[in-house]
DNA sequence: AATGAGATCAACCGCGTGTTT
DNA sequence: AAAACACGCGGTTGATCTCAT
């Protein structure tokens, strides 16, 4: 026979977490650490599976968590490793600690995508879209146009075709010239070379209150008071945001 | 002020891979 | 060796928020 099953999924809550399940489950690993999810929320107390409790700490709770908008910075590092690493947004994640990958997955989905659109770039080759092509469908509807309008004479429509694909031409270049500048500022070979140790260095699903005071170079008896402190503090969601105050007091 | 469209993001789902029995 | 399972990942969904009309 195999492994236990996780959960089953009988009589179990599943939906956006309550501030009270929220305190169980961080009062939970932050004294006992993460040994199996499975085991997490009968322990803690929780009527959820444990890979609900997993998905919650990793991109909600967990202590390290850079929260906030991604600066332009940012977001051209991730540009430059989805045309490296395609969509393993874990990868990608791993290079920016205190962020998660659903986070920068979402921030793809919802923004970046959209950005490189306006550049003229296929986000998911980064290559710069058909340019042509969208200048022979531009010209298509406006031969359909002016199909209506037969007075004109087809020499002006060819004129006006010869002029969108000079624009386009244009346009591309000034796209490619930028995106060149883009790539030339970093060195992604080395920075990809790093993953292995990054990836080392921040495994959020594989820590406690002992590694985190650990990390911060401090007896586990110096950090105690402070982090319950913390967690009893964690009243409502907005207290986030004032969350980088107890990160440079506790962890780092 | 009401409403609809679009944007955002937390959470779920299903699958692949590695691990345990 | 094979079955059964946990874990982690990427895709997707749907609730909520924001903004324009």
């Not at 495994?203 to 401090?218: I, Q, V």
């Amino acid at each position: 026979m195999g492994r236990q099953p996780c959960c089953d999924k009988i009589g179990l809550k599943r939906g956006p977490w309550t501030i009270e399940e929220d305190h169980k489950l961080m009062n939970f690993i932050l004294n006992n650490g993460i040994h199996c999810w499975r085991n997490v929320p009968k322990l803690a107390g929780l009527l959820r599976c444990g890979k609900s409790c997993r998905l919650r700490w990793i991109n909600y709770l967990r202590p390290d968590l850079k929260r906030g908008a991604f600066s332009e910075n940012e977001e051209d590092q991730i540009i430059q490793l989805h045309a490296c690493l395609g969509n393993r947004w874990s990868k990608i994640a791993s290079h920016f600690p205190g962020r998660t990958d659903n986070e920068i997955k979402n921030h793809w989905n919802t923004r970046i995508k959209k950005r490189l659109k306006l550049l003229g770039l296929d986000p998911v080759t980064h290559k710069p879209i058909d340019v042509k092509e969208n200048a022979e469908k531009k010209f298509q509807t406006i031969v359909e146009s002016t199909s209506e309008n037969l007075i004109e004479s087809s020499t002006e429509t060819e004129e006006k075709q010869s002029e969108l694909e000079l624009t386009s031409n244009k346009e591309t270049t000034k796209v490619l010239q930028g995106y060149e500048m883009l790539w030339s500022g970093m060195d992604v070979e080395q920075w990809l070379n790093l993953d292995m140790n990054v990836s080392n260095i921040s495994s959020p699903s594989s820590m406690s209150l002992e590694s985190l005071n650990h990390s911060s170079g401090e007896s586990s008896t110096q950090q105690e008071k402070p982090l319950q402190q913390w967690v009893d503090s964690v009243d409502s969601i907005l207290l986030w945001d004032d969350f980088n105050h107890y990160q440079e007091e506790f962890f780092f």
